[in-house]
């Protein structure tokens, strides 16, 4: 399935001032509500899987570690947080301009250093056409740093309107996906991982901040048929699931409330709410929030553990040619 790229400069314009809105039809935000329902329980299951294995070694490596007297418990106080319904990535979400494939490489730490409050995601990949787990798909990800810049774009000015930063580019005829836009080749917050053969993986990365006129998000692109370069970047012709991962408000408030988020005052933060591409009818049945709990068990803004599930839609892979890369 092919949606025409309906970016544009002009576009943007439109929709940064726009009520927000979304694009999809309402037939296809049924169809992945459906899908996501009919996955439900096995999304479910997969959450707790991952959540009861993350407890069990907690509490091994507390027990090896100290004497201490702090007690763990399974179900409470986090269990609620496990969800049954998947974030649907689909090849037509948007990955934003700040996609930069060179420059994306194989690991499971994307940190570099990076300032920021550490978030490990746990991602569970799910098939939505079988409802099984998705195995030995590369999950891709990208997301700008505290202070809101990407690598391999770190020239252009995290608060300046994206119309504006085109004009201030000379750029009249961007296209999302085509204009190539990078200013260098920094790596720092851009990692790929497989899934295994649960279907699972985990990445270490920083909670993300945010950048003018965007909510804050992870990228995230599935390729399903992949293989390396010597030097780590992705050679695929076969794509493509694109999804964009989010965070809830109140979390995010209590996070960008700390260094260094907190030093980022020269635009206030776009919520949830009034977010362009934050999908409203997630509440139908397909979530794209990702559930959080604290590391320690005790507090978020000691390091988080993020878990969502990503249902890939087989049935409308994209095939992608990632021009230029061979
Ligand atoms: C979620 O999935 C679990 C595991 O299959 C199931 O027991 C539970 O009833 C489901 N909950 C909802 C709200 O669908
Ligand atoms: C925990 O207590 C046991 C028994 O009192 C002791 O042998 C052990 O060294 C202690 N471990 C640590 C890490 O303090
Ligand atoms: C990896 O190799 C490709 C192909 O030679 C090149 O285009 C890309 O810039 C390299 N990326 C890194 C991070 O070295
Ligand atoms: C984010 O990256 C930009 C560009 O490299 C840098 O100036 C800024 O200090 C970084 N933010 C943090 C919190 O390190
Ligand atoms: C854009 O065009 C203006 C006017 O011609 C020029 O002064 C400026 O240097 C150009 N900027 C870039 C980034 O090319
Ligand atoms: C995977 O991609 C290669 C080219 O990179 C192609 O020859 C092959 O047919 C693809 N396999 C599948 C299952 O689509
Ligand atoms: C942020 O929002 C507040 C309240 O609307 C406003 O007073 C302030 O000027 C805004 N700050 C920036 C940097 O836009």
Redesign the pocket.
């Known amino acids: 399935m092919h949606f025409t790229p309906l970016i544009l400069a002009a576009g943007l314009a439109t929709l940064a001032t726009a009520h927000p809105h979304h694009d999809l039809p309402s037939s296809e935000i049924a169809r992945r509500s459906a899908l996501s329902k009919r996955c439900a329980s096995v999304a479910g299951e997969m959450n707790k899987k991952r959540y009861n294995k993350r407890m069990a070694e907690k509490r091994a490596t507390i027990g090896a570690r100290s004497n201490s007297t702090v007690q763990i418990t399974t179900e409470a106080p986090f269990y609620n947080v496990i969800q049954n319904d998947t974030c649907i990535l689909t090849p037509e979400v948007t990955t934003g301009p700040y996609i930069y494939p060179q420059s994306q490489t194989l690991r499971q730490d994307m940190r570099e250093g990076q300032a920021g409050v550490p978030l490990t995601l746990d991602i569970g990949l799910l098939d939505m056409a079988t409802c099984e787990p998705l195995s030995n798909a590369l999950v891709d990800m990208w997301h700008c740093n505290a202070t809101g810049s990407y690598s391999s774009f770190e020239a252009l000015d995290p608060n300046t309107p994206f119309v504006e930063l085109l004009q201030e580019l000379n750029i009249t005829d961007y296209e999302i996906g085509q204009t190539d836009l990078h200013t260098g080749d920094t790596t720092f917050l851009r990692g790929m991982w497989p899934s295994d053969q649960n279907g699972m993986l985990e990445m270490k990365t920083v909670f993300p901040g945010f950048y003018v006129e965007r909510a804050i998000h992870i990228h995230t692109r599935v390729y399903t048929?992949w293989t390396l370069r010597a030097n780590g970047t992705v050679?695929s012709?076969?794509v493509v699931s694109t999804g964009q991962l989010f965070f809830g408000e109140e979390l995010s408030e209590q996070i960008m409330a700390l260094d260094p988020y907190a030093t980022h005052t020269e635009i206030n933060r776009t919520t949830n709410a009034v977010d362009t591409l934050f999908p409203i009818e997630g509440k139908n049945g397909f979530n794209p929030v990702v559930s959080v709990v604290a590391e320690d068990g005790v507090n978020v803004e000691n390091g988080m553990v993020g878990y969502i599930t990503l249902g890939v839609d087989t049935t409308a892979i994209e095939t992608t040619i990632l021009d230029g890369l061979d």
């Open positions: 048929n050679v012709r076969d």
